[in-house]
C-alpha cells in the first residue's frame, strides 16, 4: 500500500529545533517525482491546519503560523520529504502528518508527535 510514513517527532524545549522526514518507500522515484508532498498537523481540540506544501516543482507554500520558522524540501532520489523546524515554540504541539499528492489520489502518513515544552 502506497502510505507515507513520517519519522523524527519528539520532545524539544522551546527555541530548539526538530527536522521531520516523510519517506515514501513503496513508490516508483518517477512517480514520486510528479507528486505534491505536504505537511500538516493537529492539535488536541483543533482542526488539522496546513504547515507547508512543496510541489513537484519544488514550488514551497507555508502556514501563516510557521511562515520564515519551518522550511519544506525534497530529494526525489531518496523519495523523502523534509521538514525543518525551528524556534518551535509550545504553540507547534501536535501531531504533525505527510500527506502525497498524486494526480487526485492523497494518501496520508500516520502522523508523528511533536511535543515542545520546557
Known amino acids: 500500500q502506497v502510505r507515507p510514513v513520517e519519522s523524527g517527532g519528539g520532545l524539544v524545549q522551546p527555541g530548539e529545533s526538530l527536522t521531520l522526514s516523510c519517506a515514501a518507500s513503496r513508490v516508483d522515484f518517477k512517480v514520486f517525482a510528479r507528486s505534491d508532498m505536504g505537511w500538516y498537523r493537529q492539535a488536541p481540540g483543533k482542526q488539522r491546519e496546513l504547515v507547508a506544501y512543496i510541489t513537484r516543482d519544488g514550488e514551497a507554500n507555508y502556514g501563516d503560523a510557521v511562515n520564515g520558522r519551518f522550511s519544506i524540501s525534497r530529494n526525489n532520489a531518496e523519495n523523502t520529504a523534509y521538514l525543518r523546524m525551528d524556534g518551535l515554540q509550545p504553540e507547534d504541539t501536535a501531531v504533525y502528518y505527510c500527506?502525497?499528492?498524486?494526480?487526485?489520489?492523497?494518501?496520508w502518513g500516520q502522523g508523528t508527535q511533536v511535543t515542545v515544552s520546557s
Open positions: 500527506k502525497l499528492k498524486i494526480g487526485s489520489i492523497e494518501k
